[in-house]
């Protein structure tokens, strides 16, 4: 079911300008998209939804992890990003588009604690939920293809999406966290709990078109994450779009230039 932000009948946080938050609001005005939720159990999703009518091809832009931590060692009670790329980009693409934040993002649900945002963000139910709202996107809007475009996190979930579903032609993503299990390590965090992982689904995101957009200056993701990624998959049609920017700026001139262009499908993935 898809509900207007005005008949949002329990808490949203971060919407009327709260400091340190995403206004929602202010991204989308002038824009064809409208804050509002999605019933999309087990959790309600905030989005930034298209104007009423069928788009055939929707691309869905998905959030990252937001502000998952507090500090290094205590999580933040509310995991509402503080910026959002993503809302951005979708508010200024030029074709039909929409935007998903991830659960206890912007809104409260029931179930919603720490565990789900620090240790269980790529859990099996965030998977659900995600997967819901593009059902309830599909119904609502008579979307007959998706194209996925992920930041951060939301890379790995926009992958797994894709790997789980027969309705999504193409991903791209931005500064992604491709492989959280190997992420994890790397950055010497604690083990996510019972992750699911795009490398869960390489046989069929080995044929899924890709592109990959990293920052060379990212200390978050850092760009050996997608050589893990690309080696492991041994995708067939992936391209990777290297940058200068770091994780959460300095993308906006190659994604203005290279998001709509077919993608170059090569034989060698890092060519």
């Known amino acids: 079911m898809f509900k207007v932000l005005a008949a949002i009948g329990f808490a949203v946080l971060g919407l009327g300008g709260c400091a340190g938050k995403v206004d929602l609001q202010a991204v989308s005005q002038g824009s064809s998209l409208t804050p509002g939720t999605l019933d999309s159990a087990p959790y309600t999703l905030m989005a930034l ?47 039909p588009s929409a935007y998903l934040a991830r659960p206890c993002q912007f809104v409260t649900s029931p179930g919603c604690n720490t565990d789900l945002w620090t240790s269980g963000r ?67 965090l604690a083990p996510f709990s019972k992750p699911v992982t795009p490398l869960q689904f390489r046989d069929k995101l080995r044929a899924l078109p890709q592109r990959h957009f990293v920052g060379l200056n990212d200390k978050v993701v850092p760009p050996q994450m997608l050589q893990v990624y690309t080696t492991k998959l041994q995708g067939k049609c992936l391209e ?3 940058t200068l920017a770091t994780h959460d700026q300095g993308y906006d001139e190659s994604w203005g230039s290279r998001s709509d262009r077919p993608l170059a499908c090569e034989t060698d993935p890092l060519r």
């Open 240 to 242: 990777v779009v290297e």
């Open 122 to 188: 790529f859990s099996s139910s965030v998977i659900t939920t995600m997967n819901a709202a593009l059902d309830v996107l599909k119904s609502r809007f008579a979307v007959e293809q998706f194209e996925l475009v992920g930041y951060s996190g939301g890379a790995a979930i926009a992958l797994v999406l894709a790997g789980t579903r027969n309705d999504v032609t193409q991903v791209q993503t931005i500064a992604g966290n491709l492989d959280p299990v190997k992420w994890a390590e790397l950055m010497q």
């Open 49 to 95: 939804l298209p104007a009423p009518g069928g788009y055939k091809h929707l691309r869905v832009y998905i959030e990252g992890d937001g502000r998952a931590w507090a500090t290094r060692s205590q999580p933040s009670i509310d995991p509402t990003p503080r910026v959002s790329l993503m809302a951005r980009l979708a508010v200024g693409d030029r074709g």
